[in-house]
Protein backbone atom coordinates (compact mmCIF):
# COMPACT_ATOMS: atom_id res chain seq x y z
CA UNK A 1 0.00 0.00 0.00
CA UNK A 2 1.12 3.85 -0.73
CA UNK A 3 2.75 5.76 2.32
CA UNK A 4 -0.02 7.97 3.94
CA UNK A 5 0.19 11.23 2.80
CA UNK A 6 -1.06 13.63 6.04
CA UNK A 7 -1.47 16.30 3.51
CA UNK A 8 -3.77 14.20 0.98
CA UNK A 9 -5.56 13.07 4.08
CA UNK A 10 -5.85 16.79 5.60
CA UNK A 11 -6.84 17.41 2.42
CA UNK A 12 -9.20 14.74 0.04
CA UNK A 13 -10.30 12.03 3.01
CA UNK A 14 -11.00 13.37 6.25
CA UNK A 15 -13.42 16.09 4.51
CA UNK A 16 -15.43 13.33 3.03
CA UNK A 17 -16.54 12.33 6.70
CA UNK A 18 -19.01 13.65 8.38
CA UNK A 19 -16.64 15.13 11.03
CA UNK A 20 -17.67 18.49 12.84
CA UNK A 21 -16.08 21.46 12.96
CA UNK A 22 -12.92 22.64 11.00
CA UNK A 23 -9.70 20.57 10.77
CA UNK A 24 -6.96 21.64 12.01
CA UNK A 25 -4.87 19.10 12.02
CA UNK A 26 -4.02 15.26 11.13
CA UNK A 27 -1.54 13.52 12.45
CA UNK A 28 0.16 9.30 12.38
CA UNK A 29 -1.04 8.13 15.43
CA UNK A 30 -0.96 4.99 17.63
CA UNK A 31 1.44 1.75 17.57
CA UNK A 32 -0.20 -0.75 16.18
CA UNK A 33 1.05 -3.60 13.67
CA UNK A 34 -1.95 -3.61 10.79
CA UNK A 35 -4.11 -0.36 10.35
CA UNK A 36 -2.70 3.27 9.05
CA UNK A 37 -4.06 5.14 12.07
CA UNK A 38 -4.29 9.31 12.13
CA UNK A 39 -5.40 11.57 14.88
CA UNK A 40 -7.90 14.23 13.20
CA UNK A 41 -8.23 17.32 15.26
CA UNK A 42 -11.67 19.22 14.36
CA UNK A 43 -12.12 23.57 16.45
CA UNK A 44 -15.59 23.77 16.72
CA UNK A 45 -17.47 27.40 16.30
CA UNK A 46 -17.56 27.65 20.24
CA UNK A 47 -13.94 27.33 20.35
CA UNK A 48 -13.44 23.66 22.29
CA UNK A 49 -12.25 21.02 19.75
CA UNK A 50 -13.03 17.31 18.45
CA UNK A 51 -10.97 14.56 18.14
CA UNK A 52 -11.10 11.43 15.79
CA UNK A 53 -9.77 8.72 14.55
CA UNK A 54 -9.30 7.93 10.94
CA UNK A 55 -8.10 4.67 10.02
CA UNK A 56 -6.90 3.58 6.50
CA UNK A 57 -7.34 -0.25 6.74
CA UNK A 58 -5.25 -2.85 5.97
CA UNK A 59 -7.34 -4.58 2.92
CA UNK A 60 -3.75 -6.56 2.08
CA UNK A 61 -4.98 -8.26 5.62
CA UNK A 62 -8.59 -7.81 5.49
CA UNK A 63 -9.79 -9.11 2.54
CA UNK A 64 -13.15 -8.34 2.71
CA UNK A 65 -13.36 -4.36 4.36
CA UNK A 66 -17.41 -4.09 3.71
CA UNK A 67 -18.05 -7.32 5.57
CA UNK A 68 -15.50 -6.12 8.16
CA UNK A 69 -17.49 -3.01 8.44
CA UNK A 70 -20.85 -4.70 8.88
CA UNK A 71 -18.99 -6.61 11.60
CA UNK A 72 -18.01 -3.37 13.95
CA UNK A 73 -21.07 -1.58 12.94
CA UNK A 74 -23.20 -4.93 14.26
CA UNK A 75 -20.79 -5.89 17.16
CA UNK A 76 -20.81 -1.57 18.43
CA UNK A 77 -24.59 -1.23 18.25
CA UNK A 78 -25.28 -4.50 19.86
CA UNK A 79 -22.56 -3.39 23.23
CA UNK A 80 -23.95 0.45 22.42
CA UNK A 81 -27.28 -1.21 23.81
CA UNK A 82 -25.74 -2.66 26.56
CA UNK A 83 -23.88 -0.16 27.71
CA UNK A 84 -27.24 2.30 27.71
CA UNK A 85 -28.87 -0.58 29.95
CA UNK A 86 -26.06 -0.38 32.43
CA UNK A 87 -26.73 3.49 32.73
CA UNK A 88 -22.76 3.74 30.79
CA UNK A 89 -21.43 6.35 28.42
CA UNK A 90 -21.89 4.84 24.96
CA UNK A 91 -19.75 7.46 23.01
CA UNK A 92 -16.55 6.63 25.19
CA UNK A 93 -17.71 2.57 26.20
CA UNK A 94 -17.88 1.50 22.66
CA UNK A 95 -16.19 2.13 19.14
CA UNK A 96 -18.41 4.83 17.59
CA UNK A 97 -18.34 5.02 13.56
CA UNK A 98 -18.25 9.02 12.24
CA UNK A 99 -20.49 7.81 8.73
CA UNK A 100 -19.32 9.31 5.41
CA UNK A 101 -21.19 12.88 4.64
CA UNK A 102 -23.10 10.57 1.92
CA UNK A 103 -23.87 8.41 4.88
CA UNK A 104 -21.84 5.37 4.56
CA UNK A 105 -20.21 3.19 7.28
CA UNK A 106 -16.41 3.63 5.17
CA UNK A 107 -15.33 5.24 2.47
CA UNK A 108 -13.75 4.04 -0.67
CA UNK A 109 -11.32 6.00 -2.23
CA UNK A 110 -9.93 6.31 -5.80
CA UNK A 111 -6.68 3.99 -5.13
CA UNK A 112 -8.77 1.40 -4.04
CA UNK A 113 -8.09 2.04 -0.25
CA UNK A 114 -10.76 1.86 2.28
CA UNK A 115 -11.30 4.43 5.33
CA UNK A 116 -12.94 4.37 8.41
CA UNK A 117 -13.34 7.61 11.04
CA UNK A 118 -14.13 7.15 14.92
CA UNK A 119 -14.74 9.38 17.59
CA UNK A 120 -11.67 9.98 19.75
CA UNK A 121 -11.87 8.08 23.09
CA UNK A 122 -10.81 11.09 25.12
CA UNK A 123 -9.38 11.35 28.74
CA UNK A 124 -7.91 7.97 28.23
CA UNK A 125 -4.97 5.75 27.29
CA UNK A 126 -3.72 3.07 25.52
CA UNK A 127 -0.45 1.63 27.37
CA UNK A 128 2.15 -0.53 24.98
CA UNK A 129 3.66 -1.77 28.13
CA UNK A 130 2.08 -2.75 31.93
CA UNK A 131 2.65 0.58 33.91
CA UNK A 132 1.06 -0.51 37.15
CA UNK A 133 -0.27 -4.31 38.21
CA UNK A 134 -3.88 -2.56 38.53
CA UNK A 135 -4.10 -1.22 35.32
CA UNK A 136 -3.41 -4.79 34.10
CA UNK A 137 -5.78 -6.20 36.39
CA UNK A 138 -8.59 -3.41 35.10
CA UNK A 139 -7.74 -4.31 31.27
CA UNK A 140 -8.24 -8.18 32.37
CA UNK A 141 -11.72 -7.03 33.73
CA UNK A 142 -12.55 -5.33 31.27
CA UNK A 143 -11.71 -8.26 28.14
CA UNK A 144 -13.56 -10.75 30.15
CA UNK A 145 -16.61 -8.35 30.06
CA UNK A 146 -16.44 -7.61 27.16
CA UNK A 147 -16.81 -11.62 26.62
CA UNK A 148 -19.32 -11.67 28.62
CA UNK A 149 -21.06 -8.61 27.14
CA UNK A 150 -21.18 -10.57 23.54
CA UNK A 151 -22.09 -14.41 24.80
CA UNK A 152 -25.78 -13.92 23.62
CA UNK A 153 -24.74 -11.97 20.22
CA UNK A 154 -25.50 -14.07 17.08
CA UNK A 155 -22.36 -15.21 16.40
CA UNK A 156 -23.58 -17.11 13.12
CA UNK A 157 -24.17 -13.68 11.80
CA UNK A 158 -20.18 -12.54 11.94
CA UNK A 159 -18.06 -12.45 9.41
CA UNK A 160 -14.80 -14.29 9.70
CA UNK A 161 -12.46 -11.35 8.98
CA UNK A 162 -9.47 -13.66 8.66
CA UNK A 163 -10.24 -17.17 8.61
CA UNK A 164 -8.59 -19.73 10.76
CA UNK A 165 -6.96 -16.55 12.68
CA UNK A 166 -6.23 -18.47 15.80
CA UNK A 167 -6.47 -22.05 14.24
CA UNK A 168 -2.36 -22.85 15.56
CA UNK A 169 -2.42 -26.09 13.55
CA UNK A 170 -2.68 -24.14 10.59
CA UNK A 171 -0.33 -21.55 11.80
CA UNK A 172 1.79 -24.04 12.19
CA UNK A 173 1.31 -25.11 8.50
CA UNK A 174 1.83 -21.55 7.20
CA UNK A 175 4.94 -21.73 9.13
CA UNK A 176 6.77 -24.88 7.74
CA UNK A 177 5.79 -23.74 3.93
CA UNK A 178 7.16 -20.38 4.88
CA UNK A 179 10.35 -22.03 5.82
CA UNK A 180 10.30 -24.34 3.10
CA UNK A 181 9.76 -21.79 0.58
CA UNK A 182 12.34 -19.14 2.31
CA UNK A 183 11.90 -16.50 -0.19
CA UNK A 184 14.76 -14.00 1.12
CA UNK A 185 16.96 -16.78 2.31
CA UNK A 186 16.86 -15.99 5.74
CA UNK A 187 16.20 -19.24 6.98
CA UNK A 188 20.02 -20.49 7.32
CA UNK A 189 20.54 -17.31 9.74
CA UNK A 190 17.41 -18.61 12.29
CA UNK A 191 17.91 -22.15 12.15
CA UNK A 192 17.66 -22.34 16.10
CA UNK A 193 14.63 -20.09 16.12
CA UNK A 194 13.03 -22.76 13.27
CA UNK A 195 14.51 -25.61 15.92
CA UNK A 196 12.47 -24.21 18.08
CA UNK A 197 8.78 -23.66 16.60
CA UNK A 198 9.11 -27.39 14.98
CA UNK A 199 9.88 -29.28 18.42
CA UNK A 200 6.55 -27.75 19.72
CA UNK A 201 4.42 -29.16 17.12
CA UNK A 202 2.66 -31.58 18.92
CA UNK A 203 1.18 -28.57 21.19
CA UNK A 204 -0.19 -26.51 18.41
CA UNK A 205 -2.68 -29.49 18.42
CA UNK A 206 -4.48 -28.77 22.00
CA UNK A 207 -6.75 -25.95 21.52
CA UNK A 208 -7.76 -26.84 18.42
CA UNK A 209 -8.40 -30.16 19.81
CA UNK A 210 -10.13 -29.20 22.61
CA UNK A 211 -12.68 -27.21 20.26
CA UNK A 212 -13.39 -29.91 17.95
CA UNK A 213 -14.48 -32.10 20.72
CA UNK A 214 -16.70 -29.76 22.35
CA UNK A 215 -14.41 -30.16 25.44
CA UNK A 216 -14.25 -26.34 25.74
CA UNK A 217 -16.52 -23.75 23.91
CA UNK A 218 -16.74 -21.59 20.93
CA UNK A 219 -17.53 -18.25 21.75
CA UNK A 220 -17.81 -14.62 20.88
CA UNK A 221 -14.38 -13.85 21.64
CA UNK A 222 -11.93 -10.61 20.35
CA UNK A 223 -8.85 -12.44 19.45
CA UNK A 224 -6.29 -9.67 19.36
CA UNK A 225 -6.50 -8.66 23.45
CA UNK A 226 -3.12 -7.19 23.64
CA UNK A 227 -2.79 -4.29 26.08
CA UNK A 228 -3.01 -1.14 23.59
CA UNK A 229 -6.21 -2.60 22.25
CA UNK A 230 -7.55 -1.37 25.52
CA UNK A 231 -8.44 1.95 26.53
CA UNK A 232 -6.99 2.87 29.97
CA UNK A 233 -9.33 5.83 31.59
CA UNK A 234 -7.23 8.57 32.97
CA UNK A 235 -9.08 9.24 36.02
CA UNK A 236 -10.64 6.27 37.18
CA UNK A 237 -7.77 3.87 35.36
CA UNK A 238 -10.36 1.18 34.69
CA UNK A 239 -10.29 -0.06 31.51
CA UNK A 240 -13.14 1.98 29.75
CA UNK A 241 -13.64 1.03 25.96
CA UNK A 242 -11.65 -2.49 23.92
CA UNK A 243 -11.14 -1.33 20.76
CA UNK A 244 -9.32 -2.51 17.40
CA UNK A 245 -12.46 -4.91 16.64
CA UNK A 246 -11.54 -6.33 13.35
CA UNK A 247 -10.88 -9.58 14.61
CA UNK A 248 -13.86 -10.19 16.77
CA UNK A 249 -15.27 -14.01 15.54
CA UNK A 250 -16.03 -17.10 17.13
CA UNK A 251 -13.40 -18.38 18.88
CA UNK A 252 -11.87 -19.52 22.47
CA UNK A 253 -11.33 -17.39 25.43
CA UNK A 254 -8.07 -19.12 25.52
CA UNK A 255 -6.72 -16.39 22.82
CA UNK A 256 -8.40 -13.82 24.55
CA UNK A 257 -6.72 -14.51 27.82
CA UNK A 258 -3.57 -15.93 26.07
CA UNK A 259 -2.79 -13.00 24.03
CA UNK A 260 -2.81 -10.78 26.84
CA UNK A 261 -0.49 -12.72 29.18
CA UNK A 262 1.44 -12.75 26.19
CA UNK A 263 2.24 -9.15 25.60
CA UNK A 264 0.71 -7.61 29.16
CA UNK A 265 2.95 -10.36 31.53
CA UNK A 266 6.18 -9.66 29.88
CA UNK A 267 8.29 -8.12 31.55
CA UNK A 268 9.96 -6.66 28.31
CA UNK A 269 8.59 -5.15 25.72
CA UNK A 270 7.73 -6.74 22.00
CA UNK A 271 10.60 -5.85 20.14
CA UNK A 272 13.07 -5.91 23.17
CA UNK A 273 16.74 -6.79 22.06
CA UNK A 274 17.90 -8.37 25.13
CA UNK A 275 15.91 -11.24 26.04
CA UNK A 276 17.43 -11.15 29.94
CA UNK A 277 15.12 -8.94 30.26
CA UNK A 278 12.13 -10.76 29.03
CA UNK A 279 10.31 -13.11 31.19
CA UNK A 280 6.54 -13.98 31.98
CA UNK A 281 6.01 -12.46 35.27
CA UNK A 282 4.06 -14.59 37.83
CA UNK A 283 2.52 -11.52 39.76
CA UNK A 284 0.98 -10.31 36.69
CA UNK A 285 0.01 -13.66 35.39
CA UNK A 286 -1.59 -14.07 38.40
CA UNK A 287 -3.52 -10.70 38.73
CA UNK A 288 -5.03 -10.94 34.74
CA UNK A 289 -5.64 -14.67 36.00
CA UNK A 290 -8.38 -12.99 38.53
CA UNK A 291 -9.12 -10.18 36.51
CA UNK A 292 -10.21 -11.96 33.55
CA UNK A 293 -12.18 -14.77 35.42
CA UNK A 294 -13.77 -12.22 37.40
CA UNK A 295 -14.78 -10.27 34.12
CA UNK A 296 -16.28 -13.13 32.60
CA UNK A 297 -18.80 -13.27 35.85
CA UNK A 298 -18.36 -17.29 36.42
CA UNK A 299 -18.73 -18.04 32.96
CA UNK A 300 -15.38 -19.76 32.25
CA UNK A 301 -15.99 -23.57 32.92
CA UNK A 302 -13.56 -25.76 34.72
CA UNK A 303 -11.72 -27.23 31.72
CA UNK A 304 -11.43 -23.53 30.49
CA UNK A 305 -9.86 -22.41 33.39
CA UNK A 306 -7.76 -25.46 33.74
CA UNK A 307 -6.04 -24.81 30.05
CA UNK A 308 -5.47 -20.90 30.51
CA UNK A 309 -1.69 -21.96 30.74
CA UNK A 310 -1.94 -23.56 27.73
CA UNK A 311 -3.86 -20.22 26.32
CA UNK A 312 -0.67 -18.37 27.31
CA UNK A 313 2.16 -20.42 26.16
CA UNK A 314 -0.11 -21.27 22.49
CA UNK A 315 -0.74 -17.37 21.95
CA UNK A 316 2.50 -16.62 22.38
CA UNK A 317 4.13 -19.91 20.45
CA UNK A 318 1.49 -18.72 18.04
CA UNK A 319 2.93 -14.99 17.30
CA UNK A 320 6.27 -16.21 17.47
CA UNK A 321 5.34 -18.54 14.49
CA UNK A 322 4.13 -15.54 12.33
CA UNK A 323 6.84 -13.49 13.29
CA UNK A 324 9.02 -15.87 12.24
CA UNK A 325 7.33 -16.35 8.90
CA UNK A 326 6.71 -12.46 8.20
CA UNK A 327 10.20 -12.33 8.44
CA UNK A 328 11.60 -15.31 6.38
CA UNK A 329 8.73 -13.74 3.85
CA UNK A 330 10.36 -10.53 3.79
CA UNK A 331 8.22 -8.29 6.13
CA UNK A 332 5.39 -8.21 3.86
CA UNK A 333 2.57 -8.55 7.25
CA UNK A 334 3.22 -6.66 10.33
CA UNK A 335 4.45 -2.82 9.94
CA UNK A 336 8.26 -2.59 10.47
CA UNK A 337 10.34 -0.07 12.15
CA UNK A 338 14.04 -1.43 11.37
CA UNK A 339 15.56 -4.21 9.33
CA UNK A 340 15.22 -7.47 11.92
CA UNK A 341 11.94 -6.28 13.62
CA UNK A 342 10.29 -9.22 13.02
CA UNK A 343 12.72 -11.31 14.20
CA UNK A 344 13.35 -9.59 17.63
CA UNK A 345 9.77 -10.17 17.95
CA UNK A 346 9.55 -13.65 17.15
CA UNK A 347 12.61 -14.10 19.98
CA UNK A 348 10.75 -12.50 22.63
CA UNK A 349 7.88 -14.64 21.90
CA UNK A 350 10.36 -18.01 22.10
CA UNK A 351 11.80 -16.72 25.16
CA UNK A 352 8.72 -16.29 26.75
CA UNK A 353 7.63 -20.05 25.91
CA UNK A 354 9.92 -21.31 27.15
CA UNK A 355 9.98 -18.77 30.04
CA UNK A 356 6.67 -20.27 30.65
CA UNK A 357 7.42 -23.78 29.95
CA UNK A 358 9.90 -23.39 33.25
CA UNK A 359 7.19 -22.09 35.57
CA UNK A 360 4.29 -24.31 34.33
CA UNK A 361 3.50 -26.27 37.46
CA UNK A 362 3.70 -22.89 39.29
CA UNK A 363 1.01 -21.12 36.11
CA UNK A 364 -1.06 -24.52 36.82
CA UNK A 365 -1.13 -23.88 40.69
CA UNK A 366 -2.08 -20.05 39.89
CA UNK A 367 -5.16 -20.67 37.75
CA UNK A 368 -6.55 -23.46 40.56
CA UNK A 369 -7.07 -20.93 42.90
CA UNK A 370 -9.50 -19.23 40.09
CA UNK A 371 -11.77 -22.44 40.13
P1 LIG B 1 -4.18 -1.65 14.60
O1 LIG B 1 -5.11 -2.71 14.08
O2 LIG B 1 -3.22 -1.19 13.61
O3 LIG B 1 -3.57 -2.10 15.89
P2 LIG B 1 -5.96 0.00 16.23
O4 LIG B 1 -7.40 0.07 15.86
O5 LIG B 1 -5.60 -0.82 17.38
O6 LIG B 1 -5.12 -0.41 14.92
O7 LIG B 1 -5.46 1.52 16.47
C1 LIG B 1 -4.11 1.82 16.72
C2 LIG B 1 -3.99 2.66 17.96
O8 LIG B 1 -4.74 3.88 17.79
C3 LIG B 1 -4.55 2.04 19.24
O9 LIG B 1 -3.62 1.18 19.86
C4 LIG B 1 -4.89 3.27 20.07
O10 LIG B 1 -3.73 3.79 20.68
C5 LIG B 1 -5.33 4.28 19.02
N1 LIG B 1 -6.81 4.28 18.86
C6 LIG B 1 -7.55 3.50 18.05
N2 LIG B 1 -8.86 3.80 18.13
C7 LIG B 1 -8.96 4.81 19.03
C8 LIG B 1 -10.06 5.61 19.53
N3 LIG B 1 -11.31 5.42 19.12
N4 LIG B 1 -9.77 6.59 20.42
C9 LIG B 1 -8.50 6.83 20.83
N5 LIG B 1 -7.43 6.12 20.39
C10 LIG B 1 -7.65 5.13 19.50
C1 LIG C 1 -1.43 -7.26 15.42
O1 LIG C 1 -3.43 -4.86 15.07
P1 LIG C 1 -2.57 -5.01 16.29
O2 LIG C 1 -1.30 -4.31 16.23
O3 LIG C 1 -3.41 -4.69 17.51
C2 LIG C 1 -2.09 -8.55 14.98
C3 LIG C 1 -2.25 -9.49 16.18
C4 LIG C 1 -0.89 -9.77 16.80
C5 LIG C 1 -0.25 -8.44 17.18
C6 LIG C 1 1.15 -8.62 17.69
C7 LIG C 1 -5.06 -8.47 12.68
O4 LIG C 1 -2.26 -6.60 16.36
O5 LIG C 1 -2.82 -10.71 15.76
O6 LIG C 1 -1.03 -10.57 17.95
O7 LIG C 1 -0.19 -7.55 16.04
N1 LIG C 1 -3.38 -8.28 14.37
C8 LIG C 1 -3.74 -8.86 13.22
O8 LIG C 1 1.55 -7.48 18.36
O9 LIG C 1 -3.04 -9.69 12.64
MG1 LIG D 1 -4.41 -2.51 17.71
Redesign the pocket.
Known amino acids: MEELSMERIYKEIAPKFAIEGTLTEAVPYG ?5 DTVRLTCVLEDGGQKRYILQRM ?1 DD ?2 RQPAELMENVMNVTSFLRKKIIERGGDPDRETLNVIPTVDGRNYLEDENGDFWRTYIFIENATSFDMVRTPDDFYNSAVSFGNFQLLLQDYPAATLHE ?2 PN ?1 HNTVSRFADFKKAVEEDVCGRAKDVQEEIRFVLEREADTHVICDALAKGEIPLRVTH ?2 T ?1 L ?2 IMIDNETGKGICVI ?1 L ?2 VMPGSALYDYG ?1 SI ?2 GASTGA ?1 DEKNLELVNCDMGLFEIYTKGYVEGCGGSLTEKEIRMLPMGAKL ?1 TL ?2 GM ?2 LADYLQGDV ?3 IHRPEHNLD ?1 ARTQFKLVADMEKKWDEMAKIVEKYL
Not at 31 to 35: E, M, P, T
Open positions: SGHINNIFTIFNDKNNDDTDRFEMECRFYFKR
